[in-house]
């Protein structure tokens, strides 16, 4: 009896468990029911713009369908001029570019072309260096702010080519002024060896230097023929005679070579000074020379050529056999000759 009642309550136990797993599986869940939305609300207008700053950065281009113009590259820096130092120094009052095509001539003692110069302006010119009195010359030039044509001899240039790249390096014009200072109006030259004279006198300035020179020369002497000066021209080589020589090389003391100069300048009004770097009254008188131009009123002109000599292949080869050194060093002076005690 017992047994039977047990047997019944356990069956309406799991009766009751299978109708609640039924109705807990069927019926709508909230996790399982579909989504709802809720409607946007309607969109509100943008602030003003505020006022732009004035540190803000503007927009200069657009977005478009074609594509934006590139723009212009920047133009090339313009090299930096050296400040000068000397707040009454003479300097240089302008710089003229000489396009030396069929070799002019400069200087009225002798080529009466081209009058360039107004009033009381110069153009200073140094003969026969590289010499150990040229960087004397150079500091004052320098202490001064202003700028020369220098004519070297080509064999001094073997001598002290350092000297002559000081020369180079501190801006002035470098021309030329044959090879050994020879006359060449001299009856016993041929025009061979005149032509040698200024083809060789140019080619150890490059060598020198490392560079083409200035297509500028001046006779020693200013000693001309009709051929050498056809043969400058057929090489555009501009010939440079002078308006006052200072007749630095007979003068027996730096006062009398500033005596020359002043006299004459004063005279003339203008022009082109011829003087030697060589001479040392020259380069004694110098410091007070200039300053006794920048107290007269004159002004420096510096001369530069448009474009450099292209010297010719044979007499570089030439100079090279004879002098028996490279025409160009392949190493640097530092590693050659290094101080290894002061």
Known sequence: MRNAFGLMLASVVAAVAIAGIWFWASSPRADAAAPQT???????????????AKDDV???????SKAATPPAPAPAPV??????????????SRTV?????????FGFLQYKQFDFL?????????DDGPWP????????????CTKAVFFPIGLHTTYHPEILKQVYAAGHTVGS???????????????AQAKEEIEKGFSAVKMALGTAPAPFFRFPALAHTQATKDYLGTRNIAMFSCDVDSNDFKSSSPDQVIQNVMTKLDKQGKGVILMHDLQKHTAIALPTLLRRLKAGGYKVVQMKAKEQLETVPEYDAMLVKNLKVPAVAS????????????
């Not at 409607?39 to 943008?46: D, F, G, T, V």
């Open 177 to 191: 002024h044959t090879w050994s200072h020879a006359h060449l109006d001299s009856k016993k030259m041929t025009e």
């Open 38 to 52: 809720i409607a946007a609300r309607k969109a509100e207008p943008l602030p003003a713009p505020a006022a732009k």
């Open 133 to 144: 009195t040229t960087p004397t010359v150079l500091k004052t030039l320098a202490d001064e």
């Open 79 to 92: 090299p930096a001029k050296s400040a000068c130092a000397n707040p009454d120094a003479l300097g240089v």
């Open 118 to 126: 107004t009033d009381k302006e110069v153009v200073l010119t140094f």
């Open 97 to 105: 570019v000489i396009d030396t095509t069929g070799g002019p001539g």
């Open 58 to 64: 503007e927009v200069t281009a657009s977005l478009s």
């Open 331 to 342: 190493r640097p002076i530092g590693s050659v000759v290094q101080t290894v005690q002061d």
